[in-house]
């Protein structure tokens, strides 16, 4: 249950006395009184939240499915070909993830909290601008990653709707390209390579036609000026903790991999491991989707200065986690014999394809909540605490539970899972926890510093009082971020007061 007495989110580990005191005058700017954010949501409130989040969830999901579906081929692909291409194959997908995607992909989520809250704000301008910087920073970080993939053999001898639309065009040009190289052209796993990257080129042409030729960029386009090279520290500030916690997830899953290479018969355990993997995937197809639903309507909520508004759309996008963490588990125990089927033959891979599968399942119990709780920090621009959460759960709780059951008390592979969850039942609990132990007038004082919507009273270091955060994140960039009111409930025992 959550408190029905809002706090900041450093109260639990600071002394008695820490507060958030809020001017005067900001009352009036407030749209919520305080008793709103000490109530549940009414039916009729959550069931409109429910449409908002699924207006932005919706086709996020339909997108991720169907993206998934390219991973889906390549995996069939890799199966057919054979048990040792297949357990290939899943080292060089887990690879690819750990040192490329999974950067790339925690870097560009930093834009979120930015994107959001302007949006609310109004301030339409700012959204072009962090899309420029973020996508410098994407090209930055793609050089080096690029580079190590070019000299990898070397180096390992030596040690939303229009996205739905593209998506499915160019997941639709995947099949026939897979069949080609590596049927046709008997290229085997080089084919299914190069047949992943020639679909994320056909998607990356096919969204930028569409940006282009509807004009949908108009209203947020900003001519590329120097103030794409200025203004860095608020995105990095966000863009960097947002890239450690997707990582230090990824990169667990990984670790199993490596670790399915210490059991018996490392081929089949790998090409389970692998199988499982993209099961996992699937089902994170949705809660990942509802964690963009609700950064952006918290996001949206914080900068409009509503903060019951967006604690409703906590509350309700976690009851929803909740059911979709339950139809995943219902999904992988009926299916846990007919699962792997759809990848192999093998009778040792189906086996311990269909053991692990509903421990999978269990695991998508504590995984839907605390992935759709990262989008709600992301959302109120707190990252940093989601990869401190990620940081103990997955390394400090499941890394000695998994080595513990699968090496020590001689469980094998299932006992790896058992370690996953462990991580995500402890790291539900915690996110669970700051959320329910959030002060949403905290959180809307800090999204309305950020978008400098309103004058405040004079604080201590006090901002420009200009109307556009473009300036105010390209000039005060460092004053922004040093007063940023973020703190880590696990580690911080600091306190806070603002006056």
Request: glycine share 8%.
């Amino acid at each position: 249950m959550c408190n029905p007495k809002p706090s900041s989110p450093s109260s639990f580990l600071c002394s008695p006395t820490t507060r958030f005191s809020i001017p005067n005058k900001a009352t009036d700017l407030y749209t919520d009184d305080q008793e709103e954010l000490k109530r549940w949501p009414t039916l009729s409130e959550a069931s409109e939240e429910i449409k908002a989040i699924g207006r932005i969830s919706g086709p996020t999901a339909m997108t991720g499915l169907i993206l998934y579906s390219r991973a889906m081929i390549s995996m069939l692909f890799l199966g057919y070909l054979g048990e040792l291409e297949l357990a290939g194959g899943s080292l060089s997908i887990g690879f690819a993830n750990i040192t490329g995607y999974s950067v790339i992909s925690g870097l560009a989520m930093g834009m979120e909290p930015i994107c959001g809250q302007a949006y609310g704000a109004k301030q339409m301008k700012l959204l072009g601008l962090t899309l420029q910087r973020t996508v410098l920073l994407l090209l930055s970080a793609s050089v080096p990653i690029s580079f190590m993939w070019l000299n990898m053999k070397r180096i390992l001898l030596c040690i939303t709707l229009p996205l739905t639309y593209c998506s499915a065009i160019s997941v639709l040009l995947h099949v026939p390209l897979n069949f080609i190289l590596v049927v046709h052209f008997k290229l085997g796993i080089a084919g299914v390579a190069i047949a992943m990257i020639w679909t994320n080129f056909n998607l990356f042409l096919l969204l930028i036609s569409f940006m282009y030729f509807s004009g949908v960029y108009k209203d947020s386009w900003v001519s590329p000026s120097m103030d794409c090279l200025r203004g860095w520290s608020s995105l990095l500030g966000l863009a960097i903790p947002t890239c450690v916690s997707v990582c230090l997830e990824w990169w667990w899953y990984e670790f199993m991999i490596m670790l399915c290479g210490l059991l018996l018969n490392p081929r089949a355990t790998i090409a389970s491991m692998g199988i499982l993997i993209q099961t996992t995937s699937l089902v994170y197809v949705f809660p990942s989707a509802l964690s963009l639903g609700v950064s952006t309507r918290v996001g949206n909520e914080l900068g409009a200065n509503r903060p019951a508004r967006a604690r409703i759309s906590m509350l309700v996008s976690l009851a929803c986690a909740v059911a979709l963490g339950l139809l995943a588990l219902l999904f992988t125990t009926l299916m846990r014999h007919q699962w792997g089927k759809f990848f192999t033959n093998d009778a040792e891979i189906l086996e311990l394809t269909s053991i692990a599968l509903p421990i999978v399942g269990l695991c998508e119990l504590g995984n839907c909540p605390q992935t759709t709780g990262c989008g709600a920090l992301r959302g109120s621009a707190r990252p940093t605490i989601g990869a401190n959460i990620n940081l103990g759960s997955f390394y400090l709780v499941g890394m000695p539970v998994a080595i513990l059951a699968g090496f020590v008390l001689k469980m094998g592979f299932p006992g790896l899972w058992l370690g996953l969850l462990a991580a995500q039942a402890s790291c539900a609990m915690l996110m669970f926890y700051v959320l329910c132990r959030t002060d949403w007038l905290v959180q809307v004082e800090r999204a309305r510093e950020l978008t400098q919507t309103s004058v405040t009273d004079t604080p201590p270091s006090p901002l420009p009082l200009v109307g556009n955060l473009e300036e105010i994140l390209c000039i005060n960039d460092e004053l922004v971020q040093s007063r940023s009111l973020e703190t880590d409930p696990l580690i911080s025992s600091t306190t806070q007061t603002l006056h």
